[in-house]
């Protein structure tokens, strides 16, 4: 005697996928935070005047540990709130009209 179990189709698997989505969100929050305070360490570069940030390091590794819409909304949320004015660029700038 063999069993089957079938699956149930709406309720669960709009549950999953609500569950999915938050979690998206939350890792590209945390990934935007992430890319913010990496802007705010800076590493003196010898012989030049520009210093060296661990935005890079923040960028990629969203790129890599995230899905690639979870990873373009944390670069969008991050970009997104410097325009808006929060001092999440490097040396605490934001703005439209911020120093470049």
Do not use: C, H, N, W
């Amino acid at each position: 005697m063999q069993i089957t179990v079938e699956k149930s189709g709406g309720f669960l698997r709009q549950e999953a996928r609500a569950a999915s989505l938050g979690r998206m969100a939350f890792l590209a929050l945390g990934f935007a935070l992430l890319t913010a305070l990496g802007a705010q360490v800076r590493i003196p570069v010898p012989g030049t005047d520009v210093p060296m940030t661990l935005q890079p390091l923040a960028v990629l590794l969203a790129g890599l540990l995230l899905s690639p819409a979870a990873a373009v909304s944390a670069v969008a949320i991050y970009l997104a709130a410097g325009t808006l004015g929060a001092p999440v660029f490097a040396a605490g700038s934001g703005g439209l009209l911020g120093a470049t």
